[in-house]
């Protein structure tokens, strides 16, 4: 049954999930980052939470998660209204997993998609962004929060600017991650920003697109709604259903294929925390760029990051570099290539 839409109101859908090989070894598949207390003492998922929790903007949350970190999500989340958590049967992407949100509100609701891992610096600025994507979804188009770039960088995908509308703007197009060289163009042209995978979407507008893109994937996940149970304040879709979905993300299934893609640009200290080396950008820093817990020492050392859960660490002559010490583990790795940690067979087989 779709729950019940409060007029006007944005309905957050909070992704969860990861491996946990990202941030090894602080990060592990049994916690996560979204469930990491990584910047202040709030975790990623409760700070997500809330940025989301002004009730004259937003209706309740909405959990989207696999069952794996469903204790997690019981402990940090206080108060989901029942049916509001809901747990899949198996990873299958962000697109799947969207639709089920989608599916379970009202086809009028205007969502919110959240990632549940990433860090907002400014949160006034995510609303007034979240308002005005809102206020497109309303007219039915496909909202993306399009991170305004400050840096050239390779590891994100692209969204243009196009024609101008009434609270943002036309896609013109998305684009895979660049080499250097184009995204120095895009920093410089202005026109481009980051797909930062926050979204906003009327329901029924993104069933329709999903069912004309993804016509299998969208009956699958109608018959695992309408098959599903609700156990608690959780709701369970239908095993067998959802498996059958061929995983695809949100972007590949329906952005790039609409017509009614539309981009909201948003300046709001965003990160993703994809690893150690973002990280360290958003945590503050001394004058020599570096980041360590009280009784470190560093000497002669610059763009250094020191995190320990105990054993105290003495460094001499760093620079860019990453030490983590974590549950008896030990990471040493330099930021250029700290993107590259899952790849480490500690991180593989946690």
């Known amino acids: 049954m779709a729950q019940k839409t409060l007029k006007n109101l944005i309905h957050p859908v909070i992704l969860c999930g990861g491996g946990g090989t990202r941030l090894w070894p602080r ?14 003492e709030q975790t990623l998922f409760q700070q997500t939470l809330a940025r989301a929790s002004d009730g004259a903007v937003f209706a309740a949350p909405i959990v989207v998660a696999g069952g794996d970190h ?18 899949e049967p198996c990873a299958r992407n962000t697109a799947p997993a969207i639709a089920l949100a989608a599916a379970r509100l009202d086809r009028d609701a205007v969502m919110l998609v959240c990632p549940s891992d990433h860090f907002i610096a ?8 979240a308002k005005a994507a809102a206020m497109l979804a309303r007219a039915d188009w496909l909202v993306s929060l399009a991170i305004t770039p400050d840096r050239p960088e390779v590891g994100y995908g692209y969204i243009k600017r196009g024609e101008a509308l009434e609270s943002g703007y036309r896609v013109e197009q998305f684009v895979e991650k660049p080499v250097l060289e184009r995204a120095l163009e895009f920093l410089t042209d202005g026109s481009h920003s980051w797909n930062g995978g926050i979204f906003a979407f009327r329901a029924g507008a993104l069933l329709d697109e999903l069912a004309k893109h993804r016509p ?19 709701f369970h879709p239908d ?11 949100i972007d590949y299934a329906v952005m790039e294929h609409t017509s009614r893609a539309a981009m909201v640009p948003a300046s709001m200290g965003w990160s993703d925390i994809g690893n150690w080396a973002s990280l360290h950008d958003a945590l503050a820093r001394d004058a020599q760029g570096n980041h360590a817990p009280e009784g470190s020492e560093l000497v002669d050392c610059t763009d250094t990051l020191v995190v320990s859960d ?37 991180a593989k087989n946690q």
């Open 310 to 346: 105990g054993p105290r660490v003495s460094a001499l002559g760093l620079k860019g570099v990453c030490i983590v010490i974590d549950g008896g583990e030990v990471l040493v790795t330099s930021r250029d290539a700290a993107p590259h940690v899952g790849k480490l067979s500690g």
């Open 27 to 40: 990060s592990r598949r049994s916690c996560p980052k979204p469930f990491l207390p990584l910047l202040g």
């Open 216 to 234: 299998q994937m969208a009956q699958l996940v109608k018959d695992a709604v309408a098959k599903g149970r609700l156990d608690g304040m959780a």
């Open 122 to 129: 400014d949160t006034r600025a995510f609303v007034e962004a």
């Open 239 to 249: 095993a067998a259903a959802f498996a059958a979905i061929d995983g695809e993300s």
């Open 70 to 87: 469903v204790s997690l999500i019981e402990q940090q989340a206080e108060g989901l209204d029942a049916g509001h958590l809901i747990v």
